[in-house]
């Protein structure tokens, strides 16, 4: 069974940073572009960014650039989603998805069950 695991979620103080991990099981992820998504509390599924199976990177945000690093490690099924110098505004649910595509094309197919980022003092 195909699966996505989000982890590195949780309790963080603005201006911190979280490593959040997306790791597949059931498949590999190397052939599959990978997306970033968050939702916060009452609001609408937010596109974060994409990296292709050759590590191009797809920004769904002109915002995201600045504090948001995505990378793969294709050895380990893993992708990871770093976010630095985070915000209150930051909090929400952070879910990894896959797509069928090697590229971004703003497709995904299947999506991990989240993990929770609170920004808090």
């Known amino acids: 069974q195909r699966k996505l695991v989000e982890s590195g979620g949780g309790l963080v103080q603005p201006g911190g940073s979280l490593r959040l991990s997306c790791e597949a099981s059931?498949?590999?992820?190397?052939?599959?572009?990978i997306g970033w998504y968050r939702q916060a509390p009452m609001m609408g599924r937010q596109a974060l960014l994409c990296i292709g199976t050759d590590g191009e990177r797809t920004d769904y945000a002109n915002w995201v650039h600045d504090r948001f690093t995505v990378s793969r490690d294709d050895s380990k099924n893993t992708v990871h989603l770093q976010i630095n110098d985070l915000r209150p505004e930051d909090t929400a649910t952070y879910y990894c998805?896959?797509?069928?595509?090697?590229?971004?094309?703003?497709?995904?197919?299947?999506w991990g069950q989240g993990t929770q980022v609170t920004v808090s003092s």
């Open positions: 998805a896959a797509s069928r595509w090697s590229v971004c094309v703003g497709e995904f197919d299947f």
């Open positions: 059931g498949f590999t992820l190397d052939g599959h572009a």
